[in-house]
């Protein structure tokens, strides 16, 4: 029996995500098991989750994933290398397989640009495409094309599929891969009921749209009577934190090097607003989402040498029976008590000032009790 892992963060749960834990069956069996580690509150993209993670991981479970694990928040709003390399540490401890989806990229692909991109030469050329002052992304892609490498990393999952592959490589993980074919546009703001993108179901459950037909049947009730979360409904809270952090804290933010730091301390002595904050301190160079994750950073309370750190203990957010073999015989490795660690604590008690209907009590992770669905 395989036991097949996903990195995830179902935001919210959908048709698509539904899709690939049906291909994992259809190729390892029914018997095959489906471990998800699943971001929590605050996801890559520097923005809280639109729902709760119980919620997103009872979704997944209630639609044939077997047990969801919590991706540490110092992973989850990590670079997608360090996103890629925290999943891979953690689920290589459960899992023989690792599923994840793709744009363009089959397995032969994966594991060429990977390799490339673990060569010291790679290091030696980005250095000095950065240098001429391209972008992160446009100096990878030009230090692989400068090695013969055919790949182009512009599609989000393409990226994330070739870390993740890089990561099982590096680490000499026991993982292999599996890379289905993502239909659909990850960035789509269409609706597409079978291949939906995640952007496209939260703008809808934001704007009353009709978004019920793009998840799952057993998704809808969970999604319909959910509070929802957006970064603009705490952008006050941000706003406090920023404006009274001092030059020694933005010094010390993550993604803040190369003066990035300074420039964002200046927007914030300056701007009225997050959103002019941003517009002020991105450009060419700095994209959108770094400086997304990083101002996020700073009002998590989060440090240049907070990210990338894994816990002792990785804690278990909901699973079945099947799932609960898996448990048994890691309880040194997985938190399936009660326990609260202080900083997992005060970060969950300031999810509930994004919440659009009104701030949440503090109290919810000290409250939070692992789901348990019977098959």
């Known amino acids: 029996m395989k036991t097949v892992g996903i990195i995830c963060e179902y935001n919210p749960f959908h048709n698509g995500h539904r899709r690939?834990?049906?291909?994992?069956?259809?190729?390892?069996?029914?018997?095959?098991?489906?471990?998800?580690?699943?971001?929590?509150?605050?996801?890559q993209r520097g923005a809280p989750a639109i729902v709760d993670k119980s919620i997103r991981a009872r979704a997944a479970v209630l639609s044939g994933a077997d047990l969801v694990l919590e991706l540490p928040v110092s992973v989850s709003l990590s670079s997608a290398e360090g996103f890629a390399a925290g999943g891979v540490k953690l689920l290589s401890e459960f899992c023989d397989i690792l599923c994840f989806g793709t744009e363009t990229m089959a397995e032969q692909d994966l594991f060429q640009t990977a390799s490339k991109l673990l060569s010291p030469d790679f290091s030696i050329l980005?250095?000095?495409?950065?240098?001429?002052?391209?972008?992160?992304?446009?100096?990878?892609?030009?230090?692989?094309?400068?090695?013969?490498?055919?790949?182009?990393?512009?599609?989000?999952?393409?990226?994330?599929?070739?870390?993740?592959?890089?990561a099982i490589l590096s680490q000499q993980s026991p993982m292999?891969?599996?890379?289905?074919?993502?239909?659909?546009?990850?960035?789509?703001?269409e609706l597409c009921?079978?291949?939906?993108?995640?952007?496209?179901?939260?703008?809808?459950?934001?704007?009353?749209?009709?978004?019920?037909?793009?998840?799952?049947?057993s998704?809808?009730?969970?999604?319909?009577?959910?509070?929802?979360?957006?970064?603009?409904a705490g952008q006050r809270a941000i706003l406090a934190r920023l404006r009274s952090m001092s030059e020694a804290e933005f010094e010390q933010l993550p993604y803040g090097s190369e003066g990035l730091w300074r420039k964002l301390m200046k927007a914030v002595r300056l701007c009225p607003d997050?959103?002019?904050?941003?517009?002020?301190?991105?450009?060419?160079?700095?994209?959108?989402?770094r400086i997304d994750r990083m101002i996020l950073c700073?009002?998590?309370?989060?440090?240049?040498?907070?990210?990338?750190?894994?816990?002792?203990?990785?804690?278990?957010?909901?699973?079945?029976d099947r799932g609960r073999n898996v448990l048994r015989g890691w309880d040194c490795f997985v938190n399936a008590g009660e326990a609260?660690?202080?900083?997992?604590?005060?970060?969950?008690?300031?999810?509930?000032?994004?919440?659009?209907?009104?701030?949440?009590?503090?109290?919810v992770e000290e409250r939070r009790r692992i789901i348990y669905i019977q098959e």
Request: hydrophobic share 40%.
């Open 20 to 43: 690939q834990i049906q291909l994992i069956r259809e190729k390892y069996g029914e018997n095959s098991t489906v471990v998800c580690l699943m971001s929590g509150n605050f996801v």
């Open 126 to 166: 980005l250095k000095e495409e950065i240098a001429v002052g391209c972008s992160f992304p446009a100096a990878r892609q030009a230090a692989l094309r400068r090695m013969g490498a055919d790949a182009t990393l512009s599609n989000p999952n393409d990226i994330l599929g070739v870390e993740y592959t890089k």
């Open 176 to 189: 292999t891969i599996f890379p289905i074919s993502r239909q659909g546009d990850y960035h789509e703001r």
């Open 193 to 217: 009921c079978q291949a939906p993108s995640a952007t496209a179901v939260r703008e809808a459950l934001l704007s009353g749209g009709n978004w019920e037909a793009a998840v799952p049947s």
């Open 219 to 232: 998704t809808v009730p969970l999604l319909k009577n959910a509070p929802l979360h957006t970064l603009e």
């Open 274 to 289: 997050l959103s002019s904050i941003i517009d002020a301190t991105k450009s060419k160079r700095y994209t959108r989402t």
């Open 298 to 320: 700073a009002f998590l309370g989060l440090g240049q040498n907070d990210l990338g750190v894994l816990p002792d203990k990785i804690r278990v957010l909901a699973f079945n």
């Open 340 to 363: 609260v660690e202080e900083t997992e604590q005060r970060i969950g008690s300031l999810y509930g000032l994004f919440c659009l209907n009104g701030t949440e009590p503090p109290d």
